[in-house]
């Protein structure tokens, strides 16, 4: 965290130029969606650019390129326990693979005839 | 008795308390708001069909437009008290709070387009997620609007008693709702554009 006003007013225009930067990449996401990409591509692109936007916003304007350990600290344990929550929905989708589409729920739908 | 470590850094972990503190706190709004992301994912993966163009595009990416813009004003607000500009600080936090009040009006004539058609949570899983996501998003905007009018108006008597303890009110405040947007930078293309 800067804290000399030297440091603050260099700040400031890069304040101003991560601002500009968020306003380019949201409108570059809202074209690429009228270009109507696969939805597997368009959830890729989206996502790659939301990701970078949202690094633009931790570094910069939550000041992260330059904190204590113990908020990395903090951080890195809260990234593990999001990737966890994350891969819950795979477990689901790895049950039902090699499963006929359907399947899966009819077999819950009807009890197994004797 | 005064609490300790409101202003001076605690010597194990170098950091004020609130500093500590707001970062726990966020860390446990990135699982809130993971736990709605993943239900979003199951829900998604398990439809035969998912809607497109139910929403308002140009609607959402104003409303992102928006909250960049108050991110922007916001961490001016806290660069411009730290240089001493008490005048500029206040302008750049009330023009914070006026554009959140902004996002919330878009927010209100979205909602109020869906209700009119009928298409309220109940009336499909998409509608469900977006309805629930939104909405606490919209919650902590209202939360957040709550701590700017305060720093707006009756606490910032503090700056005068203890400006050290006051600009780090401002940063705190400024890292909620940085995480605000950036939750919001998600959930625009996850709900409006995918």
């Known amino acids: 965290m800067h804290s000399d ?57 939550m000041h992260l390129s330059h904190e204590k350990r113990w908020i990395y600290g903090a951080l890195i344990l809260t990234v593990l326990f999001f990737i966890v929550l994350m891969s819950v929905p795979m477990f689901t989708v790895g049950d039902s693979i090699g499963t006929p589409i359907g399947a899966a729920n009819a077999s819950h739908a009807q009890p197994p005839e004797r | ?109 979205e909602y109020s387009s869906h209700f009119a058609k009928g298409e309220g949570p109940w009336h499909s899983t998409f509608l469900a997620i977006y309805f629930t996501l939104t909405g606490l998003h919209g919650l902590h905007i209202v939360g957040g609007m709550v701590v700017m009018a305060y720093l707006i108006g009756p606490g910032a008597s503090l700056f005068k008693r203890n400006p050290d303890q006051f600009v780090n009110r401002i940063e705190y405040t400024g890292l909620y709702w940085h995480f605000v947007d950036l939750v919001w930078i998600f959930l625009f293309p996850v709900l409006y554009l995918l």
Not at chain 2, 68 to 84: D, F
């Open chain 1, 5 to 61: 006003p030297e440091a603050i007013k260099r700040s400031v225009r890069l304040y101003f130029m991560i601002g500009a930067a968020l306003f380019v990449c949201t409108g570059i996401t809202v074209a690429v969606n009228q270009v109507h990409l696969a939805v597997p591509l368009a959830i890729t692109v989206a996502l790659i650019i939301a990701s970078i936007k949202g690094s633009m916003v931790a570094s910069v304007f």
């Open chain 2, 1 to 109: 008795m005064n609490i300790p470590y409101t202003v001076e850094e605690r010597p194990d972990s170098g950091l004020a308390n609130g500093k500590l503190g707001i970062w726990l706190f966020l860390a446990s709004e990135v699982m809130l708001f993971g736990a709605l992301f993943s239900t979003y994912i199951i829900l998604r993966t398990g439809a035969p069909e998912w809607p497109h163009g139910e929403l308002n595009i140009w609607l959402g990416m104003i409303n992102t437009f928006i909250l960049i813009a108050s991110s922007v004003t916001m961490v001016m607000a806290w660069a411009e008290l730290k240089l001493h500009n008490w005048a500029r600080h206040r302008m750049f936090l009330i023009v914070t709070f006026v554009l959140a009040g902004v996002f919330l009006v878009n927010k209100y004539f």
